[in-house]
């Protein structure tokens, strides 16, 4: 009973936090531009592979902001910053959207090590920035609800931090949206699911390195719902139930667990 009031104050909060609901689903790119952008922040590197975000701070300078690492990946095979500050830049939040690389340049878990790699950044350096080191949370749809959802249940997970930059620095996160992303990539395994949904059959595969039945493992390491626990940080999951691409089963098994935990 405890982890779930602890998962519903996380809704009732970011509820009020963002004045109305509705506008979180909608996910609204405006902004008013008198904010401070700073782009093309290099945040990770592998040898001559550098990673890179963009900062966009509120309009009155501030100092210990809470920020939400964007995560704008589709289906694990696009990763494309946003043009237009992200709209909760606003309502005082700073927002660091990251680049990741994707199928068809890695597999995974590398771009679950990007993000981990963008969050233990934003701990270490971020305080350059006025961002406040212990208010980070993320936020992604579709495949970057995915990765949202997988970096609040696996803080301390040692096989999916890699080695991007800033080693020893957790990537334990404070709050995360998941929006329509998939929670277990095992149950594309099953050839009856798999055909109900052929376009996330085909991204898991590709994601995966594979055929999901012959990539159990890698599949079991990066589903989000194998890790939930009381210690996983509270999660707000938006999914519509005619969602064409992502069943909305995915969330309802995963919220499921995470009342339970």
């Not at 809704?11 to 909608?26: K, P, R, T």
């Not at 590709?206 to 039945?213: C, I």
Request: charged share 25%; aromatic share 6%.
């Amino acid at each position: 009973m405890q982890r779930f009031a602890r998962w519903r104050d996380c809704i009732v909060y970011l509820a009020d936090s963002f004045n109305d609901l509705s506008a979180l689903g909608q996910a609204p790119m405006s902004h008013d531009d008198d904010g401070d952008t700073i782009r093309d922040v290099k945040f990770a590197e592998y040898g001559s592979r550098e990673l890179f975000l963009d900062l966009y701070l509120p309009d009155e300078a501030a100092t210990d902001l809470p920020t939400v690492m964007m995560i704008p990946v589709g289906g694990w095979r696009n990763s494309q910053r946003p043009e237009q500050p992200p709209w909760l830049v606003d309502i005082g939040f700073a927002v660091a959207a990251i680049d990741c690389r994707v199928h068809p340049e890695v597999t995974a878990p590398a771009t679950v090590f990007d993000c981990k790699a963008g969050v233990r950044w934003l701990r270490a350096k971020g305080h350059e920035y006025g961002l406040d080191p212990e208010r980070i949370g993320t936020w992604g749809s579709s495949a970057g609800g995915h990765l949202s959802a997988l970096m609040a249940v696996t803080g301390e997970v040692d096989e999916l931090e890699g080695e991007g930059g800033n080693p020893g620095v957790s990537s334990r996160i404070q709050a995360a949206c998941d929006q329509c992303g998939p929670t277990d990539l095992e149950r594309m395994a099953d050839p009856a699911l798999a055909a109900e949904n052929p376009v996330l059959q085909e991204v898991t595969d590709n994601f995966v390195g594979g055929p999901v039945a012959k990539h159990r493992d890698t599949a079991r390491l990066v589903s989000p719902l194998r890790y939930v626990s009381p210690s996983c940080a509270p999660i707000l999951i938006l999914h519509g139930d005619e969602d064409p691409t992502v069943p909305v089963a995915e969330s309802v098994i995963f919220h499921q667990a995470l009342t339970e935990a």
